[in-house]
């Protein structure tokens, strides 16, 4: 079956580390997206790609980056992690129209001591 | 500034009665909405969606409405189940591939 998976699923690290988050999908997917999950405020997008070597900012970007090498992974690098960093991360993807549904991963708790 | 809210951040039910969920958004760009369930630990999972040429959308146990004027919508669950208990995340879309969440709302049935 098709799917979508994050690794690692629990990540201690230490501030002004380099951490990087893994998201790959099997569904040969356009759309990929990066979210984090807090209390109080739902999901907040973080950055997104409608294919190969295209990424985008989202709402809540500051200190991410991401790259599309492949169709199937985007992976999510802190640069320099903060405390404020701490979260939940979820990865999605999606078909082509924005009417397909979003498939989200199991999630990846993030926290930055 | 959050484009979609929800206002309840719980809400707790009786087996066998009905849950509604309630959802106001800002964006009348938006055309495109969604209801997430999600348990502990594990992603959110579709459940059921809207075309914002639509008022109503049912699947089985699950109806959402529409109300474009109101920039309202609402999810009913009827019967509640017990494993109904989740939370459960409106969302929007305009035209654009990306979704915006509101913060969620946990649902306990109680037996």
């Known amino acids: 079956d098709a799917e979508i998976t994050q690794s690692p699923r629990h990540k201690i690290t230490e501030t002004g580390r380099q951490v990087t988050l893994a998201c790959h999908q099997t569904w040969n997917h356009n759309n990929m997206f990066w979210y984090r999950q807090d209390l109080g405020h739902g999901l907040r997008l973080i950055h997104y790609?409608?294919?190969?070597?295209?990424?985008n900012k989202g709402e809540v970007s500051d200190g991410y980056s991401v790259s599309r090498s492949n169709t199937e992974d985007l992976p999510l690098t802190l640069e320099s992690a903060a405390s404020s960093q701490t979260s939940v991360y979820f990865c999605?993807?999606?078909?082509?129209?924005?009417?397909?549904?979003?498939?989200f991963g199991p999630g990846t708790r993030l926290t930055v001591l | 500034d959050q484009q979609v809210k929800q206002n309840s951040p719980s809400l707790s039910v009786q087996e066998g009665r009905i849950s509604i969920l309630n959802c106001d958004y800002t964006?009348?760009?938006?055309?495109?909405f969604l209801w997430y369930k999600k348990y502990p630990a594990e992603g959110p999972t579709f459940l059921i969606s809207?075309?914002?040429?639509?008022d109503k959308n049912e699947d089985g146990r699950f109806t959402v409405f529409l109300n474009k004027s109101a920039k309202h919508l609402s999810l009913h669950i009827v019967p509640s189940q017990p494993g109904d208990s989740a939370v459960y995340f409106c969302?929007?879309?305009?035209?654009?591939?990306?979704?915006?969440f509101g913060a969620g709302t946990t649902v306990t049935v109680r037996a």
């Open positions: 999605a993807s999606s078909e082509r129209r924005h009417t397909d549904t979003q498939y």
């Open positions: 969302a929007a879309s305009a035209n654009d591939y990306k979704l915006s």
């Open positions: 790609s409608y294919g190969v070597q295209d990424t």
């Open positions: 964006n009348s760009m938006f055309d495109y």
């Open positions: 809207i075309s914002s040429i639509k």
